[in-house]
T-cell receptor, first 113, second 115 residues
């Protein structure tokens, strides 16, 4: 099941620069997209989300962009901080009421001081 | 901030034994979920639960699995006869209410090791 794909297993950026994490999906029935951050030995922590009717959502240093025609979303973190080093998961939900999430494989972000 | 709490953090069980994983969702949440992550693989949906019944389950969630909300606060996942391939991190999640476009909040997981 490859409905949500994060093709970059890892990303390394310098502190203060922009981090861009990418996610592609195949199911046009997805109507809500989320980014989660995960530290070792912890559960996924919700970061930011976007509805399929929007193309951008911003929350502080975090911005999510959605390109429906390309079935692509991205998470921008600017400026990146060492504490942002974690695994980032993209997740998507179909328009069913159950709210089931389909996850990507995750991208490990390392922010170097 | 309210949290989803999972116990135990690590469970070691012999193959063929029954195991129960425990979760206390956030108190005013109405939708509950179990996911699992096998080492090196994606987080996978197992089951969703609403209004005291299963609302959706994956093909992984076969007859060996069951869920229960025994007392209005706990939400448990039972595996009746564990197999080696059940070894994984199991995450419980919950979300508030009727609007389905709401984030799910996850617990820190239970690491299940089947010997």
């Amino acid at each position: 099941d490859q409905q949500v794909k994060q093709n970059s297993p890892s990303l390394s950026v310098q502190e203060g620069r922009i981090s861009i994490l990418n996610c592609d999906y195949t199911n046009s029935m997805f109507d809500y997209f989320l980014w989660y951050k995960k530290y070792p030995a912890e559960g996924p922590t919700f970061l930011i989300s976007i509805s399929s009717i929007k193309d951008k959502n911003e929350d502080g240093r975090f911005t999510v962009f959605l390109n429906k025609s390309a079935k692509h979303l991205s998470l921008h973190i600017v400026p990146s901080q060492p504490g942002d080093s974690a695994v980032y998961f993209c997740a998507a939900k179909t328009n069913s009421n159950t709210g089931k999430l389909i996850f990507g494989q995750g991208t490990t972000l390392q922010v170097k001081p | 901030e309210p949290e989803v709490t999972q116990t135990p953090s690590h469970q070691v069980t012999q193959m063929g034994q029954e195991v129960i994983l425990h979760c206390v969702p956030i108190s005013n949440h109405l939708y509950f979920y179990w996911y699992r992550q096998i080492l090196g693989q994606k987080v996978e949906f197992l089951v969703s639960f609403y209004n005291n019944e299963i609302s959706e389950k994956s093909e992984i969630f076969d007859d060996q699995f069951s869920v229960e909300r025994p007392d209005g606060s706990n939400f448990t996942l039972k595996i009746r006869s564990t197999k080696l391939e059940d070894s994984a991190m199991y995450f419980c999640a919950s979300r508030p209410g009727q609007a389905s476009n709401q984030p799910q909040h996850f617990g820190d997981g239970t690491r299940l090791s089947i010997l």
